[in-house]
């Protein structure tokens, strides 16, 4: 069986944690370029290679021969002639990295070990950094690992208080339960007391009631026959040829109607105070056209301010701008019309009560007064029993490490914003020009991976974009020694990310060895 040696390499075969350490051993095995130590076994070149799908068996020497075979591409471990093949990047000293075949030999150094960049025709030369990189990444992996033994050692702190916590907020919520029974005692008493001495109010008050009543109607005709009494008076005054009505022509010899202040009372305004009416009897006066004649009469007399004018209605009068109260220009034998002058309206009185009914009265406020106070007491442990049992109620993590977190805000400041993230509350933004702030969302839940629910937070239902959807918030979660907000993006429009560190999000991370073995 005939095969070309240029497309297989002599690799070390070397324990892992040996290769992660760059030490090298001289035990070496030959296998096709691309293909890892795992699976150098299933490329023997003394028989035939079968398919990894088993679709297929061809001679060996058309493994790597830049002619694709098989249907899985697993015939061409080493080039990019098969779209679905997979290059193996061996990477001694640092991580191994399976590439798409497509990666081989296209001019860029994907392997550290410049292992995919092999054609004689390419003019891109890959130096072997391995060594570089992995000192590199032993280093980061170091110092991420003392990052994570401190973090650890915080997180066990953060986890005993959060546990502490959640046991006073049981504690408290038994004892809240206590003085919400011993409040709704106390609120049943007053409200029974209460109860009790409205009932004998009511009862003592019931004549004075009557008597108010009474006051109420006695005023409203003593009113009402004021109000006849001005009319008259001034209907009296219009009628100036005493034929027992007021016309139109009446009402224009008056300054005072001159809504539009042009010197002269149109048919149309006189009208208007004689509610669309040619002329009013004295009854009529009084009930039709009193109620518009009386403002302008008061303004006159600037007793009386108009209302802001409606559309369409002419613009109210200004004082100052009537030079004539009487008759208009040329009518000089009208005699000069008196201010009018309303009577004084009179002080209301209120019904002193007798002693005992006065007596009754206090006690019976100061029991609603006791009552209510019995009834926010009432409420308020009832609310604060509420917020407990949203406490308990939320996912504080496996040990409640995340719990010291409530309560408290983490801000962020870049050159245009100051971003502030309240854990299990909010996200919100505010410009340094200090402008009302804006919420980015409200706590939902927690988003991460089904391996990591706690690596991130979900905060939805935030102000809406202009034009746009409601903002949302993610927040990434990562370990660190201490509780911050270390970067804030807008990867999409309206949706914001997050990146907090937090000794709460320390755990123990996956072992890379197994990041050294491909599968089957």
């Given at each position: ?20 350490l760059s ?23 003394d028989?035939?290679?079968l ?8 001679p060996?020497?058309q ?23 997979v ?5 001694a ?6 590439l798409a ?24 030369t ?7 990189l ?12 003392e ?6 050692q915080l997180?066990a702190?953060?986890?005993q ?10 504690e ?10 011993e ?53 009296t005054?219009?009628?100036s ?8 022509a ?6 005072s109607?001159?809504k ?8 149309e305004e ?19 056209a ?5 403002p302008?009469?008061?303004m ?14 002419a613009?109210?009068?200004q004082d ?13 034998g ?12 009179p002080?209301?009185t ?8 006065q ?9 609603r ?5 019995a009834?926010?007491a ?15 109620e ?10 010291t977190?409530?309560g408290?805000c983490?801000d ?10 309240c854990?299990f ?7 340094k ?21 706690y690596g ?12 746009g959807?409601p903002?949302?918030t993610?927040?990434n ?13 807008e ?24 990041d ?5």
């Open positions: 069986m005939e095969f070309s040696m240029k497309n297989f390499k002599f690799y070390p075969i070397c324990p892992t944690f040996l290769v992660l030490v090298t051993c001289s035990s070496e095995v030959s296998r096709p370029r691309g293909v890892s130590l795992s699976r150098a076994s299933l490329y023997n070149p028989r035939n290679f398919c990894f799908d088993n679709s297929k068996s061809i060996f020497s493994v790597n021969d830049e002619y694709c075979d098989c249907p899985d591409g697993s015939d061409e471990p080493g080039t990019s002639a098969c779209p679905n093949g290059f193996h990047c061996t990477n000293g640092h991580k191994p990295l399976n075949a497509s990666r081989v030999n296209d001019g860029i150094c994907d392997c550290c070990d410049g292992s995919d960049e092999y054609a004689g025709n390419t003019v891109t890959c130096p072997n950094i391995c060594l570089q992995g000192r590199h990444a032993r280093e980061e992996a170091q110092k991420l690992a990052i994570i033994k401190a973090g650890k997180k702190e953060l986890s208080k959060g546990l502490r916590l959640k046991e006073e907020k049981k408290k919520l038994v004892e809240l339960q206590k003085n919400k029974e409040a709704e005692k106390v609120k049943a008493e007053k409200q029974r007391i209460k109860d009790e001495i409205e009932a004998l109010e009511n009862k003592s008050l019931e004549v004075y009631r009557k008597l108010e009543e009474e006051e109420k109607q006695r005023k409203a005709e003593a009113e009402a026959q004021k109000t006849r009494q001005e009319a008259t008076e001034t209907f005054k219009f009628d040829n005493q034929d027992g009505l007021v016309d139109i009446e009402l224009q010899t008056r300054q109607f001159d539009d202040r042009n010197g002269e009372v149109s048919v006189a009208k208007y105070f004689l509610n669309n009416q040619e002329s009013v009897d004295l009854e009529t006066f009084i009930s039709d009193w109620a518009n004649i009386k302008y009469l008061m006159d007399a600037g007793l009386f301010k108009p209302p802001v004018p409606q559309d369409g209605e613009e109210d009068l100052g701008d009537d030079e004539h109260d009487g008759a208009p220009e040329g009518d000089e009208e005699e000069e019309e008196e201010p009018y002058q309303p009577e004084e309206e002080e209301e209120k019904l002193q009560y007798d002693e005992e009914t007596k009754i009265v206090d006690q019976a406020t100061a029991a007064n006791e009552f209510t106070d009834e926010r009432v409420r308020e442990i009832e609310s604060e029993i509420g917020n407990i049992n949203d406490y308990l939320k996912d504080f993590g496996p040990e409640e490490e995340f719990a977190l409530q408290e983490f962020y400041t870049d050159h245009e914003y100051i971003y502030k993230l854990p509350e909010k996200a919100t933004q505010q410009p020009s200090g402008s009302s702030e804006t919420r980015l969302g409200t706590w939902a839940r927690w988003n991460g991976p089904e391996d990591n629910k991130s937070m979900l905060y939805d239902k935030g102000q809406s974009c202009w034009n959807p903002r949302s993610k927040v979660i990562v370990c660190g020694t201490e509780s911050k907000v270390t970067a804030v993006s990867p999409n429009r309206c949706e914001y990310l997050f990146e907090f560190v937090t000794p709460a999000a320390c755990r123990e991370i996956p072992s890379e060895a197994d050294l073995h491909d599968e089957l």
